[in-house]
């Protein structure tokens, strides 16, 4: 689909990958954004750094709220769906609101609107902990562990059902550990524990992070806009070479002149989920350390990116290398490194 002169909805748009595209979509594409926002939230944090520098139409509300959604897919062609919980101590039916409701309300209001594509940003997590050893794009479900994973995976499999039911053209990113310049999961909290000395790996620190630079992910999504082969269709959005978690850290530590990287014994780290995990269970809110956490610091998977090759022709132009520098020329810029 041509992008140019067409008016994009981007949920969560204050946030770092709805961010990062809302700024390529209107310097690169020469469309108008609008993005979905909350107030009294990030919003108000990125407000003069991001939104005020562009020329991005704002809508306000919670993705779950129907007047709001329906008021921002007025007159647009295209919806990318970024918004979603993802941590935070609350109840799964918490989690289970904005990763099933909010996108359900938002597809239907889509769908009401004429919406011509529909992305929805999922996330490998859907995939499981271990994923399985040839994890790709048509790989199936999981709807085994932790909150955000689980959620994410209904969230998926609805969107799924209800287009497959009224055919409408949705599209499933999947990114990995999306990582560079406002990145708080991947940028800013793996520097700030490895600053303070955290036990960040898991053993020897050999098992694999799917990671994946954020202008990497951007240009799959752009492809995945442009391309009518996307329709109906999920991608997995890394980058198709794990580095290990030693290599991701590694690469925090050294920007940060940190010369240990700490570690805790798988042993132990399994220990702590069991512990975690009936104290969670009771209380009703995700564990600190679980299972499928220590699995995800463990295994040894490499996603397999075929289909976003084939099918959008993309090919990750920033390697890992790159990437890193990147992302600490920006941490250097912001002062956040000495
Ligand atoms: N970053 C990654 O490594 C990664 C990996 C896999 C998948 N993903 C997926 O990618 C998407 C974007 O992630 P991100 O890293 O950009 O996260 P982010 O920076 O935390 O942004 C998430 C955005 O969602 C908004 N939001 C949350 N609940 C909302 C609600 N009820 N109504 C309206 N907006 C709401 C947040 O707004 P507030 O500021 O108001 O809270 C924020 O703008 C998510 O769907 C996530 O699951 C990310």
């Avoid at 463990?298 to 959008?312: A, P, T």
Wanted: glycine share 10%; net charge positive; charged share 20%.
């Amino acid at each position: 689909m041509k992008l140019t002169n067409t008016r994009v909805l981007i949920t969560g748009a204050n946030g770092f990958i709805g961010g990062r595209l809302a700024e390529r979509l209107t310097h690169e594409e020469n469309t108008t954004v609008r993005g979905l926002v909350r107030n009294g939230t990030s919003f108000d944090f990125a407000r003069d750094k991001l939104l005020t520098h562009h020329d991005f139409e704002i809508a306000t509300g919670d993705v779950c709220d129907e007047a709001v959604v329906h008021n921002a897919v007025a007159g647009c062609a295209i919806v990318v769906h970024c918004a979603a919980m993802q941590g935070g101590r609350a109840k799964i039916d918490d989690y289970r609101r904005v990763n099933v409701g909010g996108t359900l309300n938002l597809l239907r209001a889509a769908r009401a609107a004429n919406v011509q594509r529909f992305v929805h940003i999922s996330t490998i997590n859907v995939h499981g902990f271990p994923p399985p050893r040839d994890a790709n794009a048509d790989s199936p479900l999981d709807f085994g562990d932790g909150f955000y994973s689980v959620t994410k995976a209904e969230g998926e499999r609805a969107v799924s059902d209800l287009a497959s039911n009224y055919h409408f053209p949705i599209t499933i990113v999947r990114p990995g550990c999306t990582y560079g310049p406002r990145s708080v999961a991947w940028t800013l909290t793996p520097l700030a524990r490895v600053k303070r000395g955290a036990p960040v790996l898991i053993g020897d620190g050999s098992g694999i992070c799917n990671a994946v630079y954020i202008d990497n992910l951007i240009d799959l999504i752009l492809l995945a806009l442009k391309n009518d082969a996307a329709i109906g269709q999920s991608f997995i959005g890394t980058e198709g070479r794990g580095v290990t978690w030693r290599e991701f850290y590694g690469a925090y530590a050294r920007m940060a002149g940190v010369s240990k990287i700490n570690s805790m014994p798988r042993w132990f780290a399994l220990l702590a989920a069991t512990g975690f995990g009936a104290l969670a269970r009771w209380e009703g809110y995700p564990p600190r350390v679980d299972r499928a956490s220590v699995e995800f610091y463990s295994h040894r998977v490499v996603y397999d990116i075929e289909k976003s090759k084939r099918l959008l022709g993309y090919a990750p132009k920033i390697s890992f290398e790159e990437g890193m520098r990147r992302t600490e020329e920006w941490l250097r810029n912001e002062q956040m490194l000495k």
